[in-house]
């Protein structure tokens, strides 16, 4: 491999991204848009649906305070009972219930909690013992930010590279760069170089713009968050490669490319929690970079994570990094 010829490929790609003006605009401004919109649209009241969380649900659980209507139950595992009352704190939920231990987690800030206490008092839940917890409320806005970001980032790398890179090889790019010198890892990594560095230049400029203006909870570290977001565009990065090796048409690459983003958009828990989805949706979300980049990013800017915390999503982005790469190289083709 030569660094010349790899220098020279990355900065003609550079090139030709900054100079579509458009492209570059649209990356920006899209996701701005997206967080200013929700932001907007969830100031006012919220949703009327209770969220429950069960530790324990007894068999009857359609009956008494558990039957009660507009009530969604989610059932915790007791190895979950920390991180569930941490989400009490932060509104995630409106109560905790154990019972089998007969208590109940509610925060003392919470109407939603208030009035669901109410509710259990009078549906004969007058054994229950009280715990209360305190803590600040988690706008949707903070909820969905890093969601939004990731999934700018899942088009940027997708399109950004599968799709090009179809494209020159159906204009014909790919065969007169085949004739050079210049072998297809120089070619490939000055790809991902060119985007990987992007990509990265975009989120941070969303994430500072969207602070600005609205501002948003960051409890953890921005280094911790940096790395997550520049594993998470590395891996989306190698996923479009894969489409990149040998499709020759733009428009097969186009629904290829929409068959991977789509249902990653909307199964990874950008817009709405998986929790009290079907088991096999969370164990599906979990093949997704965009779910182990959602889920870190959270656990940082939310929960102040630690690397040790997040440690299972950066060796899943890792791996799945790995096994794209290495596809995309072998299934490589100039022509």
């Known amino acids: 491999m030569r660094l010349q010829r790899f220098l020279s490929v990355l900065k003609a790609r550079d090139r ?9 605009a649209w990356n920006i401004v899209f996701p701005l848009l997206i967080i200013l919109g929700f ?14 969380g069960v530790i324990n ?46 208590r109940y987690w ?36 903070d909820w969905l930010i890093p969601g939004v970001l990731g999934m700018n980032m899942m088009f940027s790398a997708l399109f950004g590279v599968g799709y090009v890179v179809v494209r020159y090889r159906k204009n014909g790019v790919l065969k007169r760069l ?20 992007l990509i990265m230049a975009i989120t941070i400029t969303v994430y500072i713009g969207c602070h600005l203006l609205i501002g948003f909870v960051m409890r953890g570290s921005y280094l911790n968050l940096l790395l997550v977001f520049t594993l998470g565009a590395f891996s989306m990065i190698s ?25 990653m958009m909307f199964l990874s828990g950008v817009w ?13 979300a979990l093949m997704f970079p965009l779910t182990h980049i959602t889920q870190a990013a959270r656990g ?17 982005l890792l791996v799945m990094s790995i096994i794209f790469l290495l596809l995309g190289v072998w299934l490589f083709r100039w022509e």
């Open 272 to 284: 709405f929690s998986l929790e009290g989805l079907h088991p096999w949706v969370q164990k599906l």
């Open 300 to 316: 940082i800017m939310m929960d102040g994570a630690g690397l040790m915390v997040i440690m299972p999503n950066l060796l899943a």
């Open 57 to 102: 649900q007894p068999a009857d659980a359609e009956l008494g305070f558990f039957g009660t209507r507009y009530m969604q139950l989610i059932e915790i595992s007791e190895a979950e009972k920390s991180l569930a009352i941490s989400k009490v704190k932060r509104h995630q939920l409106d109560i905790l219930m154990d019972a089998s231990e007969k």
């Open 239 to 263: 996923m479009g490669l894969i489409v990149a090796a040998r499709v020759r048409s733009e428009e097969v690459a186009g629904g290829l490319l929409n068959l991977f983003s789509w249902p």
């Open 178 to 197: 085949k004739a050079t010198p210049l072998t297809a890892l120089e070619f490939l990594s000055a790809q991902i170089v060119s985007r990987l560095w």
């Open 16 to 24: 030709e991204f900054v100079r579509d003006r458009s492209a570059l």
């Open 39 to 52: 932001a907007y649209a969830f100031t006012g009241d919220q949703l009327d649906q209770y969220k429950v």
């Open 106 to 141: 509610i925060n003392d800030s919470s109407p939603t909690g208030y009035l669901l206490e109410k509710v259990l008092a009078g549906s004969g839940g007058e054994g229950y013992q009280k715990q209360l917890v305190t803590g600040q409320q988690i706008r949707y806005i």
